[in-house]
């Protein structure tokens, strides 16, 4: 068994602890396998088969994460990921698809991965953005916050400056100042009556980022205030073992369903929305971070690993013993009716032992995103065993 410490911060010239490079290196090579060339795209995901694994479908939305986490590896590792084709040749294109999406979330995750590698073509495709109407009111919390990390860079433009106030104005109106936490959906959307009042972690994510990165180009208070707060409250709500649970009311603040957890929550999607706040309002999140890489190290859950070097993937999650979402549809529909109300004894019924088996490229891309070179080094743990000796220990879930 490992131990896991937290160690100092370190300077500006310090490295980046074994195992989050070993975390990178294990995405690039993921990264390899799941992109399709005769496709052109990443695949959609890739599952665990007897004897190996198995690519299913593909993905432009994969494809665009990839490309910001790529940008920032070293010179070649987009080629050797490619297959020796150029990271702006495959961004290229999907800028020249751009037009024919209708897809808040996929134009606002290219346009972000545009930026990355330095690319024209921004203004066409901001006016696309712009005719998709992102204040509308028809799309999700994580598509506005995409769309609003996506304008940031390009604050200094008039237009690109306009709208991302707008759909900064946008996202802040989804956010509860009492709870901390955003709404899944903008307020003035039909959603169905049993999830109305539910966000996910993601809705926490994305909307902390893009805040983050508007707060610093617009030198926007309000924006960098709810990202703080809500920042604290996904920090408050982080389980008894690292993890980062799945659903909450956005009318109390209170967790309404913690599983799955997501190994991609764990080693990516938390800490890169905290290291990018952390960049621009110098708070400490280094505790928070450092228990969810160690709950990515071996879970309690299962006793276990979802890092599998044998293989070369990160598994998915770790989830309840459930048919279809059950768990989660109960627990809606109970908290619904009473915010404080739960269904019993969902965890002797729905035990959290089940690992799936597969894994997808945005969270691989997520990972280089999130561990790209920043001011500050991003040395959270420490472990007297490798990221391979790690998922060694890896088995089977408990029946």
């Known amino acids: 068994m490992m131990t896991w410490t937290a160690v100092e911060p370190l300077s500006r010239s310090d490295a980046e602890s074994p195992f989050v490079g070993e975390l990178k290196s294990l995405a690039v090579r993921a990264l390899q396998r799941m992109y399709r060339p005769r496709e052109r795209l990443f695949a959609f995901r890739a599952r665990r088969t007897k004897d190996s694994y198995t690519l299913e479908g593909t993905s432009r939305r994969y494809t665009a994460i990839a490309l910001i986490g790529l940008a920032h590896c070293d010179d070649g590792t987009a080629e050797s990921v490619f297959g020796g084709e150029s990271a702006k040749d495959v961004c290229g294109r999907l800028l020249a698809d751009l037009p024919r999406?209708?897809?808040?979330?996929?134009?606002?995750?290219?346009?972000?991965?545009?930026?990355?590698?330095?690319?024209?073509?921004?203004?066409?495709?901001i006016r696309h953005l712009v005719a998709l109407a992102p204040d509308s009111g028809r799309h999700p919390t994580v598509e506005i916050a995409w769309a609003l990390r996506a304008l940031s860079p390009l604050h200094g433009k008039l237009a690109a400056a306009d709208w991302a106030e707008r759909i900064a104005d946008r996202l802040l109106a989804s956010f509860n100042g009492g709870t901390g936490l955003f709404a899944h959906w903008p307020s003035d959307l039909r959603v169905p009556w049993h999830r109305s009042h539910i966000c996910c972690f993601a809705d926490f994510v994305y909307p902390i980022q893009a805040l983050a990165a508007y707060s610093k180009a617009a030198d926007h208070a309000v924006a960098l205030a709810a990202a703080r707060q809500s920042a604290r409250v996904m920090c408050d709500l982080q389980g008894y073992a690292g993890q980062w649970w799945w659903h909450f009311d956005?009318?109390?603040?209170?967790?309404?369903?913690?599983?799955?957890?997501?190994?991609?929550?764990?080693?990516?999607?938390?800490?890169?929305?905290?290291?990018?706040?952390?960049?621009?309002?110098?708070?400490?999140?280094?505790?928070?971070?450092?228990?969810?890489?160690?709950?990515?190290?071996?879970?309690?859950?299962?006793?276990?690993?979802?890092?599998?070097t044998k293989r070369g993937f990160i598994w998915r999650k770790v989830a309840r013993h459930e048919p279809g979402k059950l768990a989660r549809s109960l627990q809606a529909v109970v908290s619904r009716i009473h915010p404080s109300f739960r269904f019993p004894c969902v965890d002797a019924l729905m035990p959290a032992t089940w690992v799936d088996f597969e894994s997808r490229p945005y969270h691989m891309g997520w990972i280089l995103y999130a561990w790209r070179p920043r001011f500050l080094a991003g040395k959270f743990i420490e472990t007297s065993k490798s990221v391979d000796e790690c998922s060694s220990a890896f088995c089977a879930p408990r029946a």
Do not use: F, K
């Open 101 to 125: 999406w209708t897809n808040l979330g996929d134009v606002a995750l290219t346009i972000w991965a545009a930026n990355e590698w330095g690319m024209d073509g921004s203004e066409r495709s």
């Open 250 to 308: 956005h009318r109390t603040g209170a967790v309404v369903e913690r599983y799955p957890v997501y190994a991609v929550h764990q080693n990516s999607m938390a800490p890169m929305a905290l290291l990018d706040l952390g960049e621009v309002c110098s708070d400490d999140y280094r505790p928070a971070i450092d228990r969810g890489l160690s709950w990515l190290a071996r879970s309690p859950e299962i006793d276990a690993s979802l890092l599998d």
